[in-house]
T-cell receptor, first 112, second 111 residues
Framework: DGGITQSPKYLFRKEGQNVTLSCEQN?????MYWYRQDPGQGLRLIYY???????QKGDIAEGYSVSREKKESFPLTVTSAQKNPTAFYLC???????????FGPGTRLTVL | GENVEQHPSTLSVQEGDSAVIKCTYS??????FPWYKQELGKGPQLIID?????GEKKDQRIAVTLNKTAKHFSLHITETQPEDSAVYFC??????????FGAGTRLTVKP
C-alpha cells in the first residue's frame, strides 16, 4: 500500500523535553510538509521540504526543527523552546510539480 | 502571504439538504484551490480541487465554484448524507509550500 505513515499516533512528554515525530512516505514524492492543528483552527505550516537536504520555514517554525536526509523521511523535532507544543501534528507530501498534498493520519502530542 | 478565511465555522443540515461552505483568499496570484475532508482523529483527505483557469468543477454530489475577480470559492454538497459529517477545510496557494488553509467548517448532517 502506498501512503504516508506517522508514528506514534499518541505521544506524551514532560515539559522541557525534546520529542521527535516520525513521518515516512512511499509515494516517491519529492515535497514533504509539517502542519500543526489546534482546535478551531486550520492547518498551520511549520516546515516544508522540496528536495533532500533542503527545507524552508513555514509560518510557525519557531521551536521546531526538521531534517530531510532521505526522500521518504521528514522527521519533526519539537524542542523545549516551543511554548505550547500540545497539538495535533500532520505530515503531508506531494509531487514536486503538482499541488495536491496527501496527508498522514497525524500524531497527537501532549506535553504534561 | 496568502490569507484564507472560511465560513461558516459550523453548519448543521438535515439529511438530503444541500450544504454550502465559502472561502475567500487574499493573494490574487493563487491558482490552486483544494477542499479537504477531515474525519475525527484522522488526516485530511482531498475531496475536490479547482485551478484558476476553471470556474466550476463537479464530482457527483460535490461541486466547487471559483470567482477569481472576487477572490472567493465555495464548496457545494447536494443530497447530504450522515457520512458527510466531518470538518471541511479550504486552501489556496500557487506553489509548493505556499498553500494556506482556512480554519475549517464542522458539518453535521442530521438523519
Amino acid at each position: 500500500d502506498g501512503g504516508i505513515t506517522q508514528s506514534p499516533k499518541y505521544l506524551f512528554r514532560k515539559e522541557g523535553q525534546n520529542v521527535t515525530l516520525s513521518c515516512e512516505q512511499n509515494l516517491n514524492h519529492d515535497a514533504m510538509y509539517w502542519y500543526r492543528q489546534d482546535p478551531g483552527q486550520g492547518l498551520r505550516l511549520i516546515y516544508y521540504s522540496q528536495i533532500v537536504n533542503d527545507f524552508q520555514k513555514g509560518d510557525i517554525a519557531e521551536g521546531y526543527s526538521v531534517s530531510r536526509e532521505k526522500k521518504e523521511s521528514f522527521p519533526l523535532t519539537v524542542t523545549s523552546a516551543q511554548k505550547n507544543p500540545t497539538a495535533f501534528y500532520l505530515c503531508a507530501s506531494s509531487e514536486l510539480a503538482i499541488n495536491e498534498q496527501f496527508f498522514g493520519p497525524g500524531t497527537r502530542l501532549t506535553v504534561l | 502571504g496568502e490569507n484564507v478565511e472560511q465560513h461558516p465555522s459550523t453548519l448543521s443540515v438535515q439529511e438530503g439538504d444541500s450544504a454550502v461552505i465559502k472561502c475567500t483568499y487574499s493573494d490574487s496570484a493563487s491558482n490552486y484551490f483544494p477542499w479537504y475532508k477531515q474525519e475525527l482523529g484522522k488526516g485530511p483527505q482531498l475531496i475536490i480541487d479547482i485551478r484558476s483557469n476553471v470556474g466550476e468543477k463537479k464530482d457527483q454530489r460535490i461541486a466547487v465554484t471559483l470567482n477569481k475577480t472576487a477572490k472567493h470559492f465555495s464548496l457545494h454538497i447536494t443530497e447530504t448524507q450522515p457520512e458527510d459529517s466531518a470538518v471541511y477545510f479550504c486552501a489556496a496557494g500557487r506553489r509548493r509550500g505556499d498553500m494556506r488553509f482556512g480554519a475549517g467548517t464542522r458539518l453535521t448532517v442530521k438523519p
